[in-house]
């Protein structure tokens, strides 16, 4: 089979957020203010091959969790993924010949569908995890992790059913925020939170297991396929500018992106608009995230953080804060610190509520 070359860690397959957003129509939030936070139609977002900067998945579950009250919303919506999401990967998930053939796929080919991700299949001490490692430009939201980790487990089962085997392949999950009860239920695992990284825990013996008959031609063809979306996934002017800004926000220059592509800057400032963005909105929100991503990690000192967001001074930058945020950068640092430390058993509903509420923007 012909090797993929993996995208840049900063872009993210639209259509998987659909299963999200549905869950977010049952709720009754309405499909006008779920399209203000991508600026796009949700016709736009079912578009095969349409990929949207990472930027727009820590958007996207920040307004969720907002709208929704719910810490454990992505939980909810990983439950709807299995029954109403399809594509490439995971028709290639549900006809590879065993656990370990179908995790090797996933391996392969899962981080062209989320970037915030790559996966590994580690063994070691006769056991065998899936990790999926943080690699992309902005780090991944809890509810993003409960999504997809909720959504594999689905699919693991769900292979195992198929074949006619009653046992469950999943041993354990480990979550790098602080685990609960309700995931422990939610997973029908045992949960151990607040880890280095993301895990599954599988059987051994059921990993290397055959559980379907090959068919090769049939796999061969859906590798074709994840190949030939791969291939018609240009990059648009917004993942360009988007990568050009995450690489350094401190020097961040529309005209020297424009120079720098050969692109007359009226002519780039309509293309971008046209994808519900100008360059000071984009800019913004990067800034926003990535203070988000530096206070929590809790290394630099504010006026690092600020150097390194592109602010003059730390004031500036405490005025975006408080914009964003709704207190001080040092606040919000002493109170995710705070929340960090407590003990893991505390359910996040209550850790997350300690933490200021994102307000969504008004629509464009």
């Not at 993996?6 to 203010?33: C, D, H, K, M, S």
């Not at 970037?115 to 001490?125: C, D, K, L, S, T």
């Amino acid at each position: 089979m012909t090797k993929i070359n993996q995208p840049p860690a900063n872009a993210f397959y639209a259509p998987t957020l659909l299963p999200a957003i549905e869950e977010l129509l049952a709720r009754g939030v309405t499909r006008e203010a779920i399209e203000a936070q991508f600026h796009r139609s949700l016709f736009d977002l079912r578009t095969p091959f349409m990929r949207i900067p990472l930027m727009l998945s820590r958007r996207f579950w920040a307004f969720a969790q907002a709208q929704t009250n719910d810490p454990l919303f992505g939980l909810a919506a990983g439950r709807r993924f299995v029954s109403t999401a399809t594509n490439g990967l995971t028709y290639l998930f549900d006809i590879a010949v065993s656990l370990e053939s179908a995790c090797a796929y996933f391996v392969r080919f899962f981080p062209f569908f989320n970037g915030h991700f790559q996966a590994q299949i580690v063994r070691e001490n006769g056991e065998v995890q899936l990790r999926l490692i943080e690699s992309g430009s902005l780090r991944a939201a809890p509810a993003t992790a409960d999504y997809i980790l909720i959504s594999l487990c689905s699919m693991l089962r769900r292979k195992l059913l198929a074949s006619g085997l009653g046992r469950d392949p999943v041993l354990g999950v480990q979550l790098t925020a602080p685990g609960s009860e309700e995931h422990a239920r939610a997973f029908r695992a045992p949960v151990q939170g607040s880890r280095q990284y993301l895990a599954i825990h599988l059987d051994p013996q059921l990993f290397i297991a055959p559980l379907t008959p090959g068919s090769q031609a049939l796999e061969q063809t859906l590798v074709e396929l994840l190949e030939q979306t791969r291939r018609n996934s240009e990059a648009t002017l917004l993942e360009q500018l988007s990568d050009y800004l995450i690489e350094d926000l401190a020097t961040a220059d529309w005209k020297q992106f424009c120079a720098d592509r050969h692109l007359l800057e009226r002519t780039a400032a309509r293309r971008l608009k046209a994808l519900g963005w100008r360059f000071s909105e984009l800019l913004d929100e990067y800034r926003r995230y990535r203070a988000e991503d530096l206070l929590r990690a809790g290394e630099l000192e504010l006026v690092h953080i600020s150097d390194r967001l592109g602010y003059s001074d730390v004031q500036s930058f405490n005025r975006a804060c408080l914009r964003w945020l709704g207190c001080a950068p040092g606040v919000y640092r002493g109170r995710w610190l705070s929340v960090a430390s407590d003990e893991v058993s505390e359910p996040r509903a209550n850790l997350t509520a300690r933490l200021p509420h994102w307000s969504p923007p008004p629509p464009a």
